[in-house]
């Protein structure tokens, strides 16, 4: 029902919601992990690389690729983890990996995580848990 054709508010609500999602000390836990939220700031990044290929074409797909990437560099990796230790600890034992993968690429969208990091933060995420693969 939301329409913003402003690519200024759109760019504005992206980083409104990266924050939200990202926040050390996140004000609603529901937040970071939802996956309505996931799919909010998933659209809104969309629609802003899509305008902003069609106006920079090949210099802004890269530039969007490269933002994308969510690995140990980027800034939102440690709270993601402290957010998925924290929150998922309760569960994530039962998880299948294919629930497990669900769950971090919701925490971490409107980034996406290739397969080497997902293997990465599972590890990070487990760790910080306490627990070890056997335990699972």
Known sequence: ML????KHAVRALLRALVSAKFSAD????DVPASPLV???A???AAALEQSEIEEEGDVAAERWRVWREFGPARPEWRSA???AAEAFSDHWGSWTSD???VVVEDLVAPFELA??????FVQEVEAAMGVTAREL
């Open 115 to 120: 397969a080497a990091s997902f293997e990465q």
């Open 3 to 6: 329409i913003l054709e402003d």
């Open 99 to 101: 629930q497990h993968k």
């Open 26 to 29: 996140p004000h609603d836990r």
């Open 42 to 44: 998933r659209e809104a």
């Open 81 to 83: 983890i402290k957010f």
């Open 38 to 40: 996931a799919n909010v």
